[in-house]
């Protein structure tokens, strides 16, 4: 919790550094923004701060995300679907994010098996690709394919593969553990039964 304080001081100083930069110049302070954000949380939660009833937090999501693509439309000449999803979101989160708002106007996958479906058809596609233009994109594809999977299931793709990530150097920091120095000399059957056991050993902690 101290290390949490630091970095919401960080966060706080750069709010209030940049907020007198721009009342300097004339543009707004930080009371603007204070104004702001408290007027977006109490547009966007009209069950809360209005008359609006929710049945459910489903529905407060939906309605979340109606008014905020009703602002984004009232902002920017850009009247697609896939307007203002930021180019620099991690890729997987991304990916997870245009999947969303294409879902939202109704082109998706009816259930999780179209998904499953397509994944399949992707993997067909790496294996026949023949040069690396074509490697390129059809791994690009499949990757896409996946974080579908991903969404259908209610699993976030971006923090999904982050904890896959941090299992498999997990393990295998257990396997140089294991052998030592030897490591890198050993061949990969050697290697297999190591990982094997680093499973095993890694699982029990």
């Keep these: 919790m101290a290390a949490l304080k630091d970095e919401l001081g960080d966060l706080l100083l750069q709010v209030v ?3 007198r930069m721009a009342e300097e110049a004339g543009h707004f302070g930080l009371q603007d923004v204070i104004n702001a954000i408290c007027d977006k949380m109490e ?3 009209p069950h809360i701060f209005g008359d609006r009833s929710i049945d459910g937090s489903a529905q407060v999501v939906a309605n979340w995300e109606a008014i905020k693509e009703a602002e984004r439309h009232g902002k920017s000449e850009d009247k697609s679907a896939m307007a203002d999803v930021a180019k ?4 997987l989160l991304r990916a997870q994010k245009i999947q969303k708002r294409a879902a939202r106007t109704g082109f998706d996958w009816p259930s999780v098996e179209g998904a ?3 994944l399949d058809e992707e993997i067909d596609e790496v294996r026949d690709a023949t ?4 490697m390129h994109e059809e791994v690009g594809d499949l990757l896409f394919a996946a974080v579908n999977i991903s969404r259908h299931l209610g699993v976030d793709a971006e923090v999904a593969l982050n904890d896959a990530t941090a299992k498999f150097e ?5 396997m ?3 052998a030592g120095d030897a490591f890198e000399k050993l ?4 290697k297999e039964a190591l990982w094997r056991r680093a499973k095993i050993e890694t699982a029990a902690k």
């Design 176 to 178: 140089e553990a294991i």
């Design 170 to 174: 997990r393990r295998f920091r257990g």
């Design 116 to 118: 499953f479906e397509k």
């Design 131 to 134: 040069t690396a233009t074509e």
């Design 17 to 19: 550094f940049h907020s």
């Design 43 to 45: 547009r966007r939660h």
């Design 88 to 91: 620099a979101l991690p890729a």
């Design 187 to 190: 061949d990969l059957d050697a």
